[in-house]
């Protein structure tokens, strides 16, 4: 699929105004005599998302006001400008210039992100509507936001039977040759000869042309150096412990994780940044076979540490404790991990919201700070010490999944932090999947974080 883009630069592309119901009339003081009757005529009060194109003189097409709806409005949503890509009439449309910066920017990247259609398996119709990258707005970082969330989609949207750890390795191969970055992958049984035994343990029970793996990906020579974990399940069964049908549905996203990291990844590289970056996917398929890991099984890590298996459809923090053990050794500037980690995280927060933890308060407020100005909101959750004991069974050093069900989240992250031990770490819990449509922001496979991230590298990596 094609990243979306902007148009090219014309000076007859159609003028497109932002306007709130305090701002409405005088924008209307500035249309052509016309443009302003027929505003008054359709009863437009510029509640959020409502567009109305506007006639010229002989009927044709002057231009469109787009609503931003009131204070309460614009307080509740995001990208609240950008349905308009999917339902204005075709035609080449430019901002007003005096619109403020931030918000044209806003703007420009939710043109973009609504313009985005999954389209490999069934013809979907993309807007005709097309915005020229507004003045004073970096135009080219804005394109790679765009694409990299693009890739993430496409990567979640894609069904395990076109999406399993070989076609993962694909996608991240394809990534790496377009940016000229270094790939490694350890295979099946190579994964137990290269320490990395959770890995192998979790996907061991999959078919053979869909045998685990660890994708591993470098880039950049000088800065920095940021590693990021990106969870690769590319469809969880839940094993042994077996998922209800209705929960299975949706399992095609438990490699949102890596689809994101790659979409992060993807930015990072198109922007240039200054950063030795480090990609690891651990891939895999948790289904169930003769060979499938069982619950009660005491199982062995890259850590040295042993993990007691009581639920088999806990199986994320498995494969992404070796990656995280893998990644320290190198004493990165900082590692992140992403995954569609625990149910916990959502009844918490909802859909929308991107759960992260760290224990540097200064790395939580650059990165809060930074999701707000970019739209990308995020939420702090505690590494709570007081719960280690949770995941502390007695019989081995790790209990996978606690029992009692309180703080499933917490605990999750508190696991994989024992596994980053000594690293300067972020974890986020992301869900992967917008639920219902909203603007810039289709059903399906969504990116969760990465925006906000890429915001705050200045912050956390001392970039200029």
Same mark, same amino acid.
Request: contains cysteine.
């Given at each position: 699929?094609? =990243? #979306?883009?902007f148009a090219a630069a014309t000076a007859d592309a159609l003028p497109l105004r932002l306007v709130t119901p305090e701002t409405l009339d005088a924008a209307l003081e500035a249309l052509p005599e016309v443009a302003q009757g027929w505003v008054r005529a359709q009863g437009f009060r510029a509640g959020a998302s409502a567009v109305l194109a506007l006639p010229d003189a002989k009927g044709g097409l002057w231009g469109a006001l787009v609503g931003l709806g009131g204070d309460k409005a614009r307080a509740r949503g995001r990208f609240i400008a950008a349905a308009a890509a999917s339902k204005l009439p075709e035609g080449t449309y430019a901002l007003d210039p005096s619109t403020e910066p931030a918000l044209a920017a806003e703007t420009a990247l939710g043109w973009l992100l609504e313009s985005y259609r999954f389209d490999r398996y069934a013809r979907q119709s993309a807007p005709k509507a097309r915005l020229? +990258? #507004? +003045?004073?707005?970096d135009a080219d970082r804005i394109r790679a936001i765009a694409a990299g969330e693009a890739l993430t989609r496409d990567l979640i949207n894609t069904p395990a039977s076109d999406m399993g750890p070989a076609d993962l390795e $694909? =996608?991240? +191969? $394809?990534?790496? /040759? /377009? *940016?000229?970055?270094?790939? !490694?992958?350890?295979? %099946?049984e190579e994964l137990l000869a290269g320490n990395l035994p959770l890995i192998h343990t979790v996907g061991r029970a999959a078919a053979p042309d869909r045998a685990p793996r660890l994708i591993d990906m470098r880039w950049g020579d000088q800065g920095p150096a940021l590693t990021l974990?990106? &969870?690769?399940?590319? *469809? %969880?069964?839940?094993?042994?412990?077996? &998922? #209800?049908? $209705?929960?299975?549905?949706?399992? &095609? &996203?438990?490699?949102?994780? =890596? !689809?994101?990291?790659l979409g992060f990844a993807r930015m990072i590289m198109a922007l240039g940044l200054k950063i030795r970056l480090r990609v690891l996917i651990p891939a895999v398929e948790n289904s169930v076979s003769a060979d499938a890991f069982r619950p009660g099984d005491i199982l062995a890590s890259r850590k040295g540490l042993t993990v007691e298996n009581n639920n088999t459809d806990a199986e994320g923090r498995l494969v992404l404790a070796d990656a995280l053990a893998l990644g320290g050794e190198e004493s990165p500037d900082l590692m992140i991990s992403m995954a569609t980690l625990t149910g916990a995280a959502r009844v918490a927060v909802g859909p929308d919201l991107s759960p992260f933890y760290t224990d540097a308060d200064e790395d939580a407020a650059a990165i809060a700070a930074a999701a707000a100005r970019v739209a990308d909101p995020v939420w702090r959750m505690p590494f709570h010490d007081p719960y280690e004991p949770l995941i502390e069974p007695g019989i =081995? %050093?790790? %209990?996978?999944? #606690?029992?009692?069900?309180? +703080?499933?989240?917490?605990t999750a992250a508190l696991f994989l932090r024992r596994f980053a031990e000594g690293t300067r770490y972020a974890h986020f819990d992301i869900y992967g999947w917008n639920p219902k449509p909203a603007p810039a922001r289709p059903k399906g496979g969504v990116g969760m974080g990465a925006r906000a991230l890429l915001e705050a590298m200045p912050d956390l990596l001392g970039l200029e």
């Open positions: 699929m094609t =990243a #979306p883009d020229v +990258a #507004p +003045a004073g707005v $694909a =996608a991240a +191969a $394809a990534l790496a /040759e /377009e *940016f000229g970055a270094r790939m !490694a992958v350890t295979r %099946d974990v990106g &969870k690769g399940v590319c *469809f %969880d069964t839940g094993g042994l412990n077996l &998922k #209800p049908g $209705a929960s299975m549905g949706l399992m &095609k &996203k438990d490699m949102g994780g =890596a !689809a994101t990291v =081995a %050093d790790l %209990d996978n999944a #606690p029992s009692g069900g309180m +703080a499933g989240s917490i």
